[in-house]
Every structure is written in C-alpha cells, then in structure tokens.
C-alpha cells in the first residue's frame, strides 16, 4: 500500500509518501519521500507559535512540497499513485489542523482513493517503526520478536504520558502530566532565561556548557507512586532562584540554570519509566515526541533500560519531530483497524 500522508498539527507543514507492507502483526514502513518546511524564524519573534500565522503558512507551503514530492517521484520515473490519503486531525491548533485537512480532502477527490483521519500522538508512538539511519527502509523488519509488552513514553511540548502497550492497537494509560508538559516546562524556562523559541533545543545546548548538580533543583512528584507528573512547580523553582539572584546582585550561571532544570527533568521522567517497565514486566521501553530529541534523555533512558534487561527504542532525531511519515504510519494503523477519526480539527484529541 502507498500511503500519502499530511501534516499540518503546528508549526511544521509536512507531506510524506510511504510504502507499506506487513499489515498490523509485523508492520514495514518504507519512506519514499518525507518533506518538511520548518516555520520557526516566522514564530521565533513572538517566542511561541501564532495560529492564525502558522494556518497562513500551512496554506502557502502544502502545494509547494505537493508539487516538490512530485517533482522528485518524476526524476525517479515514478508517478503518484496513492493508495490511501492521511492527515492529522488533532491534536494540535484548529486552524492549523483544518489546513491540512482542506488539503487532504481535495487530493482525495482527485486521486480517487480513501482519506483517514490520523491521531498525531499515535504518530509520535509509531515513529520508532520507520527507517533508521542504519536500515534506510524497514526498520521495523529488525525489530526484536518480542517487543510486547512496553512502556511508551510520549514526551512533547503538549503531552507527557507513560502507556502500557500489549500491541500495535492495544494499550492503556497509566499516568500522565497533572499541569504543565515537559517540552512546554523546557519553553518556558528558555524564556526565563532570554533564550529564543524553540526552547528545548536551546536549553539542551546551553546545558551542555553547565553543571547538571551546580544547582539542584526539585523532582516534582518523584516520591510518589503514581506514574503521573508536574512540571509547573518546577519551572516556578527556576524563576524563583533566578528573582532571587537578581535581588541578592548574585551573578548568575545561566548554563549551570538551564542544566540543572535539564536533569531535573531526565531524572523524573527516566525514574518513572523504570519503575512503570519493572512493575509491567516490560520487554520494552519506547520513547517518542519531540522531547525525545533531547540527546541527555535520550541516553539516560537508554542506559536504564540496559541496566534492567528491556530493549530501547527511539525514533531517528527526524521521526521525533512533527512530520508527515509518522501520520503516514499511525493512518496506516487506523485504516487497518478500522478507527475512524472524524475529518474535523480536534485541538484536544486523546491517544
């Protein structure tokens, strides 16, 4: 099956084409093509994304990348034949999401084929199945046999929630953010510490030139026996130390601020995912999202999940961010199992 697949969640207009094979048991995504047009020097001056820029933006860029997947199907002496159409219904901003969706629905008329509506958190947790840089198609035909069950972490600017997976389809939520996200927690931060938006990205290199224990910082709900975080309280710690640098005229280390902040963050979000995999008896622990980028989660996570026996998987650093290949996959999901995602935005769709 080829699928063409649109995403338009954010600030990331996306449009992939996909071949896929495999079915819901032992799925293989090949990408053909997965072209992305970043709109962060637009938002970078409002230091967060502005909807109706982002719906503007959308609408210029899809027949653009249309037209650039097509071109590049034609050097190959391909033409687009699309078997199935995808798009992002939510979450996300509505006016974005609906761009997309306007998008999606004529490309459909045209060639003739279904149209799916796509969850873009089932996205993010599908995104390990695509191709790695070291299997450029059918990653997941390497995957381990057993995979079954696994702890996902989705970690991103909007969500941060620990499933339990019995299967591609099956999985259930054991905790989730009570208030702020972590990639959200990271923004804020960034801004606390006159950083330019995207602050995650930010924040990870500024830790890098610090000291991760020069300040400690608290690990919200950490003591706790639920699988749930907070991160607001956190973010409220840095503003807190950093006013009362300022009232003291205490110089203040902002690399230290900003990797302190960043361990802090690691340090729950592994400790939860260990203790959910143990008491799972997790063959695996996934980890997905845009947060997943950040290279100190990425090996701290890793590391853990050697030490307790489970394997780890990670999307590619270009699967973790918002793109059209991961909505291509979770469509490819939905149409299998027959989950039919109303064609409408969803700003507050649930994984």
């Not at 990271?186 to 030139?209: C, Q, S, T």
């Not at 963050?265 to 997943?292: H, M, N, P, W, Y």
């Not at 394997?311 to 039919?340: E, S, T």
Request: glycine share 8%; charged share 25%; hydrophobic share 45%.
């Amino acid at each position: 099956m080829n699928i063409l697949a649109i995403e338009t969640s954010c600030d990331e207009t996306g449009i992939a084409l996909l071949r896929v094979t495999g079915g819901l048991r032992a799925p293989r995504f090949e990408v053909i093509e997965n072209l992305v047009a970043s709109q962060i020097p637009i938002h970078r001056p409002f230091g967060g994304v502005v909807p109706n820029l982002a719906k503007r933006e959308h609408l210029k860029n899809l027949p653009i990348l249309f037209e650039r997947l097509k071109k590049a199907l034609r050097a190959e002496h391909h033409a687009l034949k699309p078997d199935l159409i995808a798009v992002t219904v939510g979450p996300g901003l509505e006016p974005a999401l609906w761009t997309g969706i306007g998008f999606a629905k004529e490309l459909a008329k045209e060639y003739k084929v279904p149209l799916v509506g796509a969850n873009h958190l089932e996205g993010h947790l599908y995104s390990f199945l695509l191709p790695s840089r070291s299997s450029k198609a059918y990653a997941s035909a390497l995957l381990p046999k057993k995979i079954f069950p696994a702890v996902a972490l989705i970690v991103s600017g909007g969500h941060t929630i620990l499933l339990r997976m019995e299967s591609f389809v099956k999985w259930r939520r054991l905790g989730e953010t009570r208030d702020d996200a972590a990639g959200e927690a990271f923004d804020k931060v960034a801004r606390l510490l006159d950083l330019p938006y995207p602050g995650g990205p930010e924040i990870e290199k500024l830790a890098a030139r610090g000291n991760s224990f020069a300040i400690t910082f608290p690990r919200p709900m950490l003591d706790q026996k639920n699988y749930d975080f907070s991160f607001s309280g956190l973010k409220t710690s840095v503003l807190y130390y950093l006013r009362d640098a300022k009232l003291a005229k205490q110089k203040v280390n902002k690399a230290d601020v900003a990797a302190g902040f960043e361990q802090a963050v690691v340090d729950v979000l592994v400790a939860k995912t260990r203790r959910a995999a143990q008491e799972c008896a997790a063959e695996s622990i996934l980890l997905c999202g845009g947060v997943a980028a950040n290279k100190h989660l990425r090996r701290a996570l890793a590391r853990t999940a050697g030490l307790i026996g489970c394997n780890f998987f990670v999307p590619d650093f270009k699967y973790n961010l918002d793109n059209a290949a991961m909505i291509g996959a979770a469509g490819y999901m939905a149409h299998l199992r027959k989950k039919r995602y109303p064609l409408r935005a969803n700003g507050t769709l649930d994984v």
